[in-house]
């Protein structure tokens, strides 16, 4: 069996690549997708439609053609993964990851949360309809490897 999983959520640690080589390790049998990781990537994906001689270089514009050009690739990633793993950091609010979240609920998608216990109660919702709840790296890669005996 091999599984097809979407990291989804925090971009400011190594977190994805911890899982991904851990797995390797273990020679599990995964495909690995994720979101453009690289913030200003991220940011800048729909400057390519900048319509010339207007005035939507910055704020709301840039903000929504990047979002769009990103939902394009996000949408395909989860919908063609088995189980998505979706991480909420500390540091700031993954709003993102959140609806990624919300996305796989509404597909009826498996997905893993990652995330320390100090953040339970913001994340109750999107943890109830998580099928599992993981505070560390180890835990996911235990389940991830258990799914695939």
């Known amino acids: 069996m091999q599984l097809n999983v979407y990291l989804s959520g ?9 899982i991904i080589q851990a797995c390797q390790m273990l020679d599990l049998n995964i495909v690995f997708s994720s979101a453009v990781t690289n913030h200003d990537e991220s940011d800048s994906a ?3 439609l900048k319509q010339a001689n207007t005035d939507e270089g910055q704020g709301y514009w ?5 979002a769009k050009i990103n939902a394009m690739r996000t949408k395909t990633l989860i919908e063609a993964c088995d189980i998505a793993v979706i991480r909420f950091g500390d540091k700031y609010k993954q709003w993102n990851a959140a609806f990624d979240a919300g996305y796989c609920a509404a597909l009826n998608k498996p997905y893993i949360t990652l995330h320390s216990e100090d953040i339970i109660h913001p994340l109750k919702e999107v943890d109830g309809a998580a099928h599992a709840w993981a505070t560390d790296v180890r835990q996911v890669v235990e389940t991830l490897r258990y799914l695939l005996k």
Do not use: N
């Open 46 to 48: 729909g400057d390519l």
């Open 10 to 18: 925090e971009i400011h640690t190594d977190w994805r690549d911890q």
């Open 62 to 66: 840039r903000d929504h053609r990047s």
